[in-house]
């Protein structure tokens, strides 16, 4: 699957034309893309460092994948820096708990106008199982700007725990 993400449209982000994103499967791993394109030097890009689990990511630039089926849902980060998370949430933004998960493999590259994010995650899932995902990210200028990026913006304020995100379907 390929696709764009979308800019909110109460935000603006002069430095980045597009956010492209593909997610393919295989068993139980999966490998998501993003490609930022524009000026990535106008970016504010986490220096890469040991890849471990850490909180709060999406206050800066970091890539996120949720997988949803029915009400509960997974949230991934991934920032350009290798550091990651995982939750789990029972419903809209309650039940939050780490999940338990193998480290992704995160792999960076960085460009004078594209910036590749590359993360392998293993996701255990039913094999008959309908999941709902959404795609998204948090983009930080060095001028200080903040930009949000997703698959579908629900109305009102940047929120991708919605389900009403939840656009896109793997069977």
């Known amino acids: 699957m390929l696709a764009t993400l979308q800019l909110h449209p109460e935000a603006e982000c002069p430095s980045l034309s597009r956010i492209d994103v593909s997610i393919e499967r295989s068993a139980r791993e999966w490998t998501l ?41 997974c949230e ?36 004078e106008i594209l910036l590749e994010l590359t993360a392998r995650i293993e996701l255990n899932v039913q094999a008959h199982a309908k999941l709902r995902y959404g795609a998204s990210a948090v983009i930080e200028e060095k001028s200080g700007n903040k930009s949000y990026w997703a698959l579908a913006h629900p109305p009102g304020k940047p929120d991708f725990h919605r389900a009403s995100g939840f656009v896109a379907w793997v069977d």
């Not at 999406?58 to 997988?67: A, G, K, N, S, Y």
């Not at 991934?78 to 309650?94: D, I, K, L, M, N």
Request: proline residues 4%; hydrophobic residues 40%; positive net charge.
């Open 33 to 73: 893309r993003f490609l930022l394109t524009g000026q990535i030097s106008a970016l504010k890009v986490p220096d890469k460092t040991a890849a471990r689990r850490t909180d709060g990511l999406w206050r800066h630039t970091c890539c996120e994948w949720f997988v949803a089926e029915d009400e509960a849902y």
């Open 76 to 111: 991934f980060n991934f920032s350009p820096s290798t550091e990651w998370a995982a939750y789990r949430f029972t419903g809209y933004r309650v039940g939050r708990s780490d999940l338990a998960a193998r480290a992704p493999v995160i792999d960076v590259r960085v460009g």
